[in-house]
């Protein structure tokens, strides 16, 4: 056994809908699936944590709380959540890293 102690970031990506994307009709909107198939993309190499912050924050939709070994996971795993199609709707209003 090692005793290595190994560093971990912790990341929460907060994000949000447009409110253009809100307003489509349900035959015209994203499907949220895409973004769900990154998610467990990547939690085979990274702590993903999701949750919905809908009726408690006002600027955000959802956020998913990260921790990975690697800086590089989180912007990697962001690019990749942004070129879904939900993905192209939402921004960012808060990103916060530890």
């Known amino acids: 056994m090692s005793d290595e102690i190994k560093r971990q970031y912790v990341n929460y990506l907060s994000s949000s809908r447009s ?10 909107r994203p499907w949220p699936k895409r973004i769900e198939g990154v998610v467990k993309d990547w939690k085979g190499r990274t702590m993903i944590i999701p949750f919905s912050t809908v009726g408690t924050r006002a600027d955000t939709d959802f956020v998913l709380w990260r921790i990975s070994e690697r800086l590089e996971d989180f912007t990697e795993m962001s690019t990749q959540l942004l070129n879904t199609s939900l993905g192209k709707w939402c921004f960012t209003p808060t990103a916060i890293s530890a």
Request: proline letters at 0%; aromatic letters at 0%; zero cysteines.
């Open 19 to 28: 409110r253009v994307e809100a307003t489509l009709t349900r035959g015209t």
